[in-house]
């Protein structure tokens, strides 16, 4: 029997990150922590591979919250009919300077929403992890037909 819960390496979480544009923003403003939706993208330099997550936003509580203290935590999940998988990251987010936003220009990284998002945030990655989960969830067999 395959065992319910296996871990990813870094390779298979950076694959699943690539293949997909929206998760959640874990970020601190003051006292508090607070969790955003963002769409995103990977980054990935193929002459240093180096990687990161980049995300647009405008002028407010997330951006004054990277700024303030960049540690952030981020995931992304999925679930497709039994099976889920799970992608949790922590690093360090920044607001990219004028000169550097142009690396958002040729990637898949546009407003989901009809607002003005002129703000490119990095997310150097310090630590990822992944995992896959195969779901029994039996309530819902306890329901009537």
Known sequence: ?????????????????????????????ADEVHIAPVNYAVDHDPA???????FRTAEGSKLLGVVMNPDVAFEVDE?????????????????????EEHRADNLPLRPWVSTSKYNVVEVDVTEISGRHFELSR????????
Not at 48 to 54: A, C, E, F, I
Not at 91 to 96: C, D, H, M, T, Y
Not at 138 to 145: A, E, K
């Open 1 to 29: 029997m395959d065992e319910p819960i296996t871990r990813l390496g870094t390779e298979e979480c950076w694959e699943f990150l690539r293949h997909h544009e929206f998760g959640r923003l874990a970020h601190h403003l």
């Open 48 to 54: 240093t591979g180096r990687r990161s997550l980049l």
């Open 79 to 99: 679930i497709v009919g039994e099976h889920a998988t799970s992608i949790v990251l922590r690093g360090r987010a920044r607001r990219l300077e004028e000169d």
């Open 138 to 145: 039996p309530w819902r067999h306890m329901t009537p037909d």
